[in-house]
């Protein structure tokens, strides 16, 4: 269906392509914690944005179904709801054709996807802010990372404060309490990050070498030296060969990047989560090395982006040693993601 912006209200309805299931693809931010960047508290998601040549603060509500979903969008004030629904809708890449023949050909993915069906990867157009998420998540927990980029975008970046509409209320429930977000989100500047210094970010507990990472890679980005244009452009090894040469980026970040900023169908087998998913999805729990992960999964192709987050979401609800069943044994007993055997999210 095509955009629409509701009469008397500056809220855009805004069709998102292909089946997803937004509210669950969405929750990778409520598990990592909130970062003032992407907020999310189950019903709202906050997200700033590039639209028509300024960063802008958008409110999403997810709407419609799995199969036909939507996104309810307003945006801070003189910015166009409707050019900011598309940005945020081109966030949930899908690949339906990809990911049937990976299922009629695996079926660990089979049975993972049936049990969540639409959940997939949320993208981060940003190029900062995508390699600050990743470098501050670095061999630390994903909730100290979200506190700690939180701490850079009240030093560093821009406030965005707009109206967000209140939640629909179903006939007969009772009304609900606002929830935490209150239509505030932030957006990092690569200028002043660019000016910050090494001291400045250790103050607020980055480690040296992060401090300087980030630093460095805002530079490159307030200076034009390096842009999102020139990365989508270019082979997923020339991004990878491009972006370790700065300080902290390995190959497992510009592999995230690839993945979560690129949208490409990118395995990141060295990333520890991804390791855990593919060891409790395929190889009974076992962990296995990057390069195991690599001959597991080289079968994915296409599929691979949207594979790989099923994977990681299931380890995050129903995977082995999370209350969840276990993948079934080749004498044929159940399946690993049969519903109605889950234990709460950890």
């Known amino acids: 269906m095509p955009s629409e912006q509701r009469p008397g209200e500056d809220v855009a309805v805004v069709p998102v392509g292909g089946a997803v299931d937004l509210v669950g693809s969405l929750e990778v931010f409520r598990r990592s914690g909130d970062d003032l960047l992407d907020r999310w508290d189950g019903r709202l998601w906050l997200r700033a944005l590039a639209v028509d040549g300024r960063t802008v603060g958008t409110a999403a509500r997810p709407a419609g179904t799995v199969a ?4 309810l969008v307003a945006a801070e004030a003189g910015a166009d709801a409707e ?21 009629a050909a695996d079926p660990v993915v089979a049975r993972i996807a ?6 997939g990867p949320v993208l981060q157009p940003d190029l900062l802010t995508a390699v600050v998420r990743a470098i501050s998540a670095q061999q630390i927990t994903l909730r100290f990372a979200a506190v700690l980029r939180a701490r850079l975008a009240r030093r560093y970046g821009h406030h965005h404060h707009l109206q967000v509409p209140p939640p ?8 609900s309490p606002p929830g935490p977000l209150d239509g505030e989100v932030w957006s990092l500047d690569p200028s002043r990050l660019a000016g910050a210094e090494v001291a400045d970010l250790r103050e607020l507990q980055f480690s040296n070498s992060k401090a300087v990472a980030v630093i460095a890679f805002a530079g490159a980005v307030a200076s034009g030296r390096l842009d999102l244009e020139e990365l989508a452009a270019s082979e997923d090894e020339a991004v990878v060969e491009r972006l370790v040469a700065f300080p ?13 900023t690129l949208g490409r169908p990118r395995v990141v087998a060295g990333d520890l989560g991804v390791r855990k998913a593919v060891g409790a999805a395929y190889l009974d729990g076992r962990m296995p090395s990057e390069a195991e992960v690599r001959a597991v999964t080289a079968h994915w192709g296409a599929a691979a982006g949207v594979a ?32 109605g055997r889950s234990s709460p999210p950890g």
């Open 83 to 103: 050019a900011a629904g598309r940005v945020l809708a081109g966030a949930f890449p899908t690949a339906p054709d990809a990911l049937a023949e990976l299922a």
């Open 248 to 260: 902290g980026i390995g190959r497992w970040t510009a592999e995230w990047l690839l993945a979560r």
């Open 168 to 175: 629909p209320v179903a006939a007969g429930d009772p009304l």
């Open 308 to 339: 790989q987050q099923l994977l990681l979401h299931w380890l995050s609800t129903e995977a082995p040693g999370r209350g969840g069943p276990r993948r079934p044994a080749a004498t044929g007993s159940r399946s690993a993601t049969r519903p």
């Open 68 to 71: 036909d979903p939507a996104l």
């Open 114 to 119: 049936a049990r969540f069906p639409g959940i």
